[in-house]
């Protein structure tokens, strides 16, 4: 708030000053010859713009005339701006005849005086006043800019925050009905389970406070929850990984593979009397992060287009990066579906 104070005295000012260099070098340009009355009565302009101005902004101010509540008390305005011209230009008109500032030889009355002052130095105060104003139209604009990203900035954390709110539960659903089943046949591989299942929702729980994890992170969660499946599945479900290990640190969606993985197993491998296979694909390839899930099965056009987590990890691309990253599920023929999530290389900084 002080700095701001300080820029308008030195805008205010500066305004004036420039003002009055302006009107002497017009003088010396197109006048020849300067009369002793001009730099006084100059100055009693300068003086009394400088002071009517201000009273101006005050009443402005305090009368609520700034945008965008302008335009619902112009009457208000306009009363306010003549009354402020009116004085301005009688005190000209006081002070030049109290000082003498005028041609003895060419006087005319206080009066006719006053209405020469007013039609030629109204212009100041209504010239001051659209640059006060179009001051204030700039800085609402940029106010309403910046509120507007502040907006969609939280508009995108809540939608994050909704979108993880239904995976998660969802996933514990899933790893529960694959321990429960195996608790009276392995009582041992159980308590396993449990301790993996913990790590998970640890790992879960940690990952709500973030927008992105290092892809290695993800992926470890990933084999934890397989190893769960595979409790189910058995033989049935097969397990491949082909990773490049300089993508491990790459930040990616928490919960994103896991998803995707989900959205396998229930879609695909489920759906197979004899089970199939998922593969984890990661690499580089031009210039972007390319994640690849492939699993047995065909791809159910009602399940791509409405499925929560096929939606979920479109949404959540788009909000966290936009048009840089794309996401497709297509069917590959040979009984292969694959998803793929292409999004941008992150610089990743070295930890001390």
């Known amino acids: 708030?002080?700095?701001?104070?300080?820029?308008?005295?030195?805008?205010?000012?500066?305004?004036?000053?420039?003002?009055?260099?302006?009107?002497?070098?017009?003088?010396?340009?197109f006048d020849s010859k300067i009369n002793s009355i001009f730099y006084p009565k100059l100055l009693v302009i300068i003086l009394s713009g400088l002071f009517y101005t201000h009273m101006l902004r005050i009443l402005i101010k305090s009368l609520g005339l700034l945008p965008p509540?302008?335009?619902?008390?112009?009457?208000?305005?306009?009363?306010?701006?003549?009354?402020?011209?009116?004085?301005?230009?009688?005190?000209?008109?006081?002070?030049?005849?109290?000082?003498?500032?005028?041609?003895?030889?060419?006087?005319?009355?206080?009066?006719k005086r006053f209405l020469v002052n007013l039609v030629s130095d109204s212009p100041l105060i209504l010239v001051w006043t659209s640059i006060y104003y179009l001051?204030?139209?700039?800085?609402?604009?940029?106010?309403?800019?910046?509120?507007?990203?502040?907006?969609?900035?939280?508009?995108?954390?809540?939608?994050?925050?909704?979108?993880?709110?239904?995976?998660?539960?969802?996933?514990?659903?899933?790893?529960?009905?694959?321990?429960?089943?195996?608790?009276?046949?392995?009582?041992?591989?159980?308590?396993?389970?449990?301790?993996?299942l913990s790590n998970i929702l640890r790992s879960s729980m940690q990952s709500e406070k973030m927008t992105t994890v290092p892809f290695e992170r993800e992926l470890n969660i990933v084999k934890d929850y397989l190893a769960l499946e595979y409790i189910r599945f058995e033989d049935r479900l097969m397990v491949e990984y082909d990773i490049d290990e300089d993508t491990l640190d790459q930040p990616i969606?928490?919960?994103?593979?896991?998803?995707?993985?989900?959205?396998?197993?229930?879609?695909?491998?489920?759906?197979?009397k004899d089970g199939g296979k998922i593969k984890i694909i990661s690499d580089f390839r031009n210039d972007h992060h390319e994640l690849i899930v492939q699993?047995?099965?065909?791809?159910?056009?009602?399940?791509?287009?409405?499925?929560?987590?096929?939606?979920?990890?479109?949404?959540?691309l788009k909000l966290l990066f936009g048009a840089k990253a794309q996401f497709s599920i297509v069917d590959k023929g040979n009984q292969m579906v694959e998803a793929t999530i292409i999004m941008p290389v992150q610089e990743v900084r070295a930890s001390a």
């Open 1 to 29: 708030m002080r700095n701001k104070r300080l820029l308008y005295w030195w805008c205010h000012l500066g305004g004036w000053f420039l003002y009055g260099l302006t009107m002497v070098f017009f003088a010396f340009v």
């Open 69 to 111: 509540t302008l335009y619902k008390k112009w009457w208000l305005f306009t009363v306010v701006l003549f009354g402020i011209v009116v004085l301005f230009n009688l005190t000209n008109s006081a002070l030049a005849e109290w000082m003498h500032l005028y041609n003895p030889r060419t006087k005319v009355s206080v009066e």
């Open 135 to 196: 001051w204030h139209y700039i800085e609402l604009g940029t106010k309403n800019e910046i509120q507007k990203v502040k907006l969609e900035s939280l508009v995108k954390e809540l939608e994050l925050n909704t979108i993880k709110s239904h995976i998660n539960p969802h996933f514990i659903f899933n790893a529960l009905n694959s321990i429960r089943a195996l608790v009276d046949e392995n009582p041992e591989r159980a308590r396993t389970a449990i301790t993996e």
């Open 253 to 272: 969606p928490p919960m994103m593979l896991q998803t995707l993985v989900e959205n396998a197993i229930k879609h695909g491998i489920s759906k197979q």
């Open 295 to 316: 699993n047995t099965g065909t791809l159910n056009r009602a399940d791509s287009s409405e499925g929560f987590g096929i939606s979920s990890t479109r949404n959540r």
